[in-house]
């Protein structure tokens, strides 16, 4: 069996990945570290919760020399929660190592001031949001000519069209000589294509597709576009989740529905885009600190957020992207327990139901509502 030693990841690292109880590497760290070691460019598809953020920091780490003052590697996030999440990754794997690298969070809606203080300590890796990244290298203030390494993490959404822009405007400010290393949970050929377009003949890695997880229970309910909002809340008072996540697709829609459910004393919180990262930590300490059971989110937003305990995963959307829909409901039924997923869904979204169902090879059963419960639909 393959191990870290066989990647030639140096001893200090591999006792710090035992401090945290990491011995064997996974399929995507044994795929990619060698390339990334030896300076190739890459596109690397795995599924979430395969390990594909220390598929990229071990080698940032075995090629980042302390004692230098220059910026290393740039990793572009979506989203606050996931410059957040792989900044905490760093950090905690820098302190496990006693490696002293340092790195600074960069993101839009944030007081640029501190992070201005804290590029003054030059990192030897940056973490952030694309819009930010590239208004701080226009500054001066990021010298991105020194970068080695720019990792694209969620390459699916940064390089979907609306935001593959802000990407291609940093990737333009380094030098040629950069290594590009795009990693994402799902990819699409368009994607590929692009990323391909601006690297130097990558290495492609795309993993077998995620098992589903026969602990999850699929199951949905039909509404009126309407009433979905009370449906939900039916639905809610009915399961008695200890924890759950609710999709939306429209982010206008998340305060609404957050308001509501409060109102009927379901204690509910949400995160929005533009939130700022106050209002994003009070709402994330309410939920994990069990002062709310619900926390209402998109899909984009949703990404990084590391949210444990999920008992229910609520789909009062289904996904414009129908792949998406196994991502979401791989939030529950997690370390060895039961999960459901439930979708409220308008006859004419059972199309898309079907669609799902034959993508992930499982069956998503009809419920109803009678007297405050769930039961199985009489007319299936």
């Not at 006792?15 to 064997?24: C, G, H, R, S, V």
């Not at 990323?195 to 602990?215: G, H, W």
């Not at 308001?259 to 930590?281: E, M, Q």
Request: glycine fraction near 4%; hydrophobic fraction near 40%.
């Amino acid at each position: 069996m393959q191990d870290f030693k066989s990647l030639n990841i140096r001893e200090q690292f591999i006792t710090a990945l035992e401090k945290q109880a990491i011995t064997i590497p996974t399929t995507i760290q044994m795929s990619a570290i060698g390339p990334a070691l030896e300076n190739k460019d890459l596109i690397a598809e795995a599924v979430t919760g395969s390990g594909k953020t220390l598929a990229y920091v071990l080698p940032a780490f075995e090629r980042i020399d302390v004692n230098s003052n220059d910026l290393h590697t740039l990793i572009l996030a979506p989203t606050h929660e996931l410059v957040v999440q792989i900044s905490s990754v760093i950090r905690d794997f820098a302190k496990a190592s006693d490696y002293p690298i340092r790195t600074v969070s960069i993101m839009g809606n944030v007081n640029i001031k501190r992070q201005l203080d804290n590029l003054k300590n030059k990192p030897h890796i940056i973490v952030g949001t694309t819009g930010r990244v590239h208004e701080l290298i226009k500054l001066k203030k990021i010298k991105a000519h020194l970068v080695k390494t720019i990792v694209i993490d969620e390459a699916d959404k940064l390089l979907s069209p609306h935001s593959i822009q802000g990407v291609m405007a940093v990737i333009k400010t380094t030098l040629r000589e950069r290594q590009i290393l795009a990693f994402s949970a799902s990819i699409s050929k368009d994607a590929i294509e692009k990323a391909s377009s601006f690297m130097k003949d990558p290495i492609i890695i795309r993993l077998a597709k995620e098992k589903i997880n026969t602990a999850i229970e699929h199951i949905y309910v039909t509404s009126t576009r309407r009433d979905k909002i009370n449906v939900l809340r039916k639905v809610i008072h009915a399961t008695k989740p200890t924890k759950a996540i609710v999709f939306l697709n429209k982010n206008e829609l998340i305060q609404e529905v957050t308001d509501r459910l409060n109102y009927h004393k379901i204690t509910s919180v949400c995160i929005f885009g533009n939130a700022s990262k106050s209002d994003r930590k009070k709402a994330l300490d309410a939920f994990k600190g069990d002062k709310a059971t619900i926390i209402v989110a998109s899909d984009l937003v949703a990404r990084g957020l590391d949210l444990q305990g999920m008992s229910h995963v609520i789909n009062m959307d289904i996904p414009g992207d129908l792949n998406e829909y196994i991502h979401r409901v791989g939030r529950t039924g997690r370390a060895g327990e039961k999960g459901t997923a439930i979708s409220i869904i308008t006859d004419n979204e059972k199309q898309f139901l079907k669609k799902i169902e034959k993508i992930n090879g499982i069956t998503i059963e009809p419920r109803e509502l009678q007297e405050g419960h769930l039961v199985a639909f009489k007319n299936a």
